[in-house]
C-alpha cells in the first residue's frame, strides 16, 4: 500500500521556486531517503508535505487522501509526523514534558509510549528531568525522533538527523534509523549524507535543483554514477 | 519597625497584583508576540461587572467569579474579533491593533456606563483590618496577598502538570514545531486569551477590593505598571513577570512611605529612573526568557 504520493510537487517562496514538479511515493514498512547536496530542494519537499512550506503545485496523497492545504497541526493525527531539521526540541522544557508534547494528539497513549521511548533510548530515561536544552546535539536528535514516535506515525519524516553531529554521534543515529527500520516504522529520510543513508533505506530518490533526477534501490544508486554527479553539480 | 512591616505588606500587596497582569501580558506575549494593551481594559470589564452586580443586588463574594467569568469571555471574544485577523501581521500591526480596541472600549464605556467613577460596595469583611504581631493590616490587603499567591501557584501548577499547560508552553518556544505535534494553533492562542483574562479579572477584583470604584480608564495605569514590570522582569518570561511586578509594587510603596514630602511629586520619575537603571545593566530584565529573539508563529 502507498502512504505517501506526491506527484507535480512545486514549492515556491515568493519569486524563488525551491522545488519543481517533484514525483515520489513511500509504500507502507520502507524506508526511502532523499539525498541530494546542500539546496536541492530536499528539505522544502519534506515541509510542503507536511504545510510549513507553500506548495504552490501539485498533489500531496496521504494513505489515498489529498492533504495538501490541510493545516499542520491536523496531520498527526492521521498519522504523519515530522522530525524537523536542526532538532528543534523545546528548549526550555524537560526531556519528558518534550515527550509529553509530541504525544499531544493522542495524550491516551502517552505514558505508555513514554515508557516505550526511555527503553529504546536509555540515555533520556536518564534525563528525563533535565532541560532539553542541555542535552547534547546526540542526545538532542534522540530526543527529536523520540518525540516523534510519541504520535505513533504510520509515516516518519526525519529531516537531515545527521545534521552538525560528530562522526561518531552520526553513526549512532543512523544505528537508530536502521533499528527503526527493522522495527517496521515507515520513514522518509532526508539526507545530505548519501553513503549512510543509503546503508539504512530500502530505496532512494536524488535531488538537484529542485528536481528529481534519479531514483533506484539503495544498491543500484550506490553502483551508479548519479549520485556524484548531483553532488558535483552536474545537473 | 512597625511602619516597615505594614508598607511591606503594602508592597507584596500591589506587586501582587501587578504581577498577576504583568503574567497575563507574558503569556499572550510569549504566544503570539503580542503585547496587549487592552489587557487593562479586561480589568476595567472586570470592575464594571462588580459594579453592575452590585447594582442588581449580589453580594461581591458572588459578583467576584462573576467578574473574572467576565474578563475571561471578554478576553476570548478580544482574540476572535480583533487579534485573530492580524495573528500572522507584523508585531508593529498587532501593537496598533490592541491600542485601537483599548481606546475603543474606553469610549464606549465612557458613553455607555458613565465618565465618572462608579462606587463599588465592598463586604465589611475586606475593609475592616486585624492586628497580626502587634502591627495592623488591612483585610484586604491579606486577600490580595493570598489570592494572588494562590493564583501563581494554580497557574504554574497548570502550566507543569497538565499536558495543555506543557503544550502552551512548547508552542511559546517553537510554535511550528508544536504544530506540528498537534498542538492546535487556534487553541493555543484562545487558551492564551483566556488565561490572560483570568489574570487580568483577578487582578480587577483586587485592585477593586483596594479602591472600592470603577471609572473607563481603570485599567490603563495598573496595565502600564504592569507593563514596566513586564519589560523589566524580562519580556516573555513569567518568573520575570512575577519578579519585575513585586519590584515595581516594591519601588513604589516604599519611595512613597520613605522620599521626604518635597520629593514626592517626583517618586514616578524616580522609580521609572531605578527601573532604567536595572535594565542599564541587565538589558533583558531581571529574569529573561530562555528563547529571546526567536521567530514567533
Same mark, same amino acid.
Given at each position: ?86 532538532r528543534r526540541v523545546f528548549p526550555g522544557l524537560t526531556v519528558e514534558e518534550n515527550l509529553v508534547v509530541g504525544g499531544y494528539a493522542r495524550r491516551r497513549a502517552a505514558a505508555r509510549t513514554a515508557a ?77 549524507n548519501v553513503a549512510m543513508a543509503l546503508d539504512v533505506v530500502d530505496r532512494a530518490y536524488v535531488m538537484a535543483q529542485g528536481r528529481i533526477v534519479g531514483s533506484g534501490t539503495a544498491a543500484e544508486l ?14 | ?54 447594582? !442588581? ?5 458572588? &459578583?467576584?467569579? +462573576?467578574?473574572? @467569568?467576565? /474578563?475571561? $469571555? =471578554? #478576553?476570548? %471574544? ?35 456606563i458613565a465618565a465618572r467613577p462608579r462606587p463599588v460596595a465592598l463586604p465589611d469583611a475586606l475593609t475592616r483590618t486585624v492586628e497580626i504581631g502587634g502591627f495592623l493590616v488591612g483585610v484586604n490587603k ?42 492546535? !494553533? ?5 487558551? &492564551?486569551?483566556? +488565561?490572560?483574562? @483570568?489574570? /487580568?479579572? $483577578? =487582578? #480587577?477584583? %483586587? ?91
Amino acid at each position: 500500500m502507498t502512504v505517501l504520493e506526491v506527484e507535480g510537487l512545486e514549492v515556491a517562496y515568493g519569486a524563488v521556486v525551491a522545488v519543481r514538479g517533484v514525483d515520489l511515493a513511500v509504500a507502507a514498512g520502507e524506508a526511502v531517503a532523499l539525498v541530494g547536496a546542500n539546496g536541492a530542494g530536499k528539505s522544502s519537499t519534506l515541509n510542503a508535505v507536511v504545510g510549513l512550506a507553500p506548495a504552490t503545485a501539485g498533489r500531496i496523497r496521504f494513505k489515498g487522501d489529498e492533504i495538501r492545504g490541510v493545516p499542520t497541526e491536523r496531520l498527526v493525527r492521521r498519522g504523519l509526523t515530522l522530525s524537523p531539521e536542526g532538532r528543534r526540541v523545546f528548549p526550555g522544557l524537560t526531556v519528558e514534558e518534550n515527550l509529553v508534547v509530541g504525544g499531544y494528539a493522542r495524550r491516551r497513549a502517552a505514558a505508555r509510549t513514554a515508557a516505550e521511548m526511555y527503553s529504546l533510548f536509555p540515555i533520556l530515561a536518564e534525563r528525563r528531568r533535565q532541560l532539553a536544552g542541555t542535552l547534547s546535539g546526540g542526545q538532542q536528535q534522540m530526543l527529536a525522533i523520540a518525540r516523534a514516535l510519541m504520535s505513533g506515525p504510520e509515516l516518519l519524516l526525519l529531516d537531515e538527523p545527521s545534521l552538525g553531529l560528530a562522526p561518531q554521534i552520526v553513526e549512532q543515529i543512523f544505528d537508530l534509523v536502521a533499528t527503526l527500520r527493522g522495527r517496521g516504522v515507515t520513514m522518509l529520510l532526508v539526507e545530505q549524507n548519501v553513503a549512510m543513508a543509503l546503508d539504512v533505506v530500502d530505496r532512494a530518490y536524488v535531488m538537484a535543483q529542485g528536481r528529481i533526477v534519479g531514483s533506484g534501490t539503495a544498491a543500484e544508486l550506490r553502483a551508479s554514477d548519479l549520485v556524484a554527479a548531483a553532488y558535483l553539480g552536474a545537473h | 519597625m512597625d511602619f516597615f512591616l505594614q508598607q511591606f505588606v503594602n508592597a507584596v500587596a500591589l506587586g501582587g497584583t501587578y504581577a498577576l497582569l504583568a503574567l497575563g501580558l507574558a503569556i499572550v506575549f510569549s504566544i503570539m508576540g503580542l503585547i496587549n494593551f487592552a489587557h487593562g481594559e479586561l480589568m476595567t470589564i472586570s470592575g464594571y461587572a462588580l459594579f453592575f452586580c452590585g447594582l !442588581a443586588g449580589l453580594p461581591f463574594l458572588a &459578583a467576584a467569579p +462573576l467578574a473574572v @467569568l467576565a /474578563a475571561v $469571555v =471578554a #478576553a476570548l %471574544l478580544m482574540e476572535r474579533i480583533a487579534f485573530r485577523p492580524v495573528r500572522n501581521a507584523s508585531g508593529a500591526t498587532m501593537l496598533v491593533t490592541s491600542f485601537a480596541v483599548a481606546i475603543i472600549l474606553q469610549t464606549l464605556f465612557q458613553n455607555l456606563i458613565a465618565a465618572r467613577p462608579r462606587p463599588v460596595a465592598l463586604p465589611d469583611a475586606l475593609t475592616r483590618t486585624v492586628e497580626i504581631g502587634g502591627f495592623l493590616v488591612g483585610v484586604n490587603k491579606i486577600a490580595a496577598i493570598v489570592v494572588a499567591f494562590a493564583m501563581m501557584a494554580v497557574l504554574n501548577l497548570f502550566l507543569k502538570r497538565t499536558a495543555t499547560g506543557i503544550a502552551m508552553r512548547a508552542a511559546a518556544q517553537d510554535f511550528a514545531v508544536a504544530r506540528l505535534m498537534g498542538v492546535k !494553533a487556534d487553541r493555543v492562542i484562545a487558551g &492564551a486569551f483566556a +488565561l490572560s483574562g @483570568l489574570l /487580568a479579572g $483577578v =487582578a #480587577a477584583v %483586587l485592585w477593586v477590593s483596594q479602591r472600592a470604584s470603577v471609572d473607563p480608564f481603570m485599567g490603563f495605569v495598573p496595565v502600564l505598571k504592569a507593563f514596566i514590570a513586564s519589560i523589566l522582569g524580562g519580556l516573555g518570561s513569567l518568573t520575570g513577570a512575577v519578579a519585575g511586578g513585586m519590584a515595581l509594587g516594591f519601588i513604589e510603596i516604599f519611595l512613597t512611605a520613605y522620599l521626604p514630602p518635597e520629593w514626592q511629586e517626583f517618586k514616578e520619575p524616580i522609580g521609572l529612573a531605578l527601573v532604567i537603571a536595572v535594565l542599564l545593566m541587565r538589558p533583558n530584565g531581571l529574569l529573561p526568557a530562555a528563547n529571546v529573539g526567536t521567530e514567533k508563529v
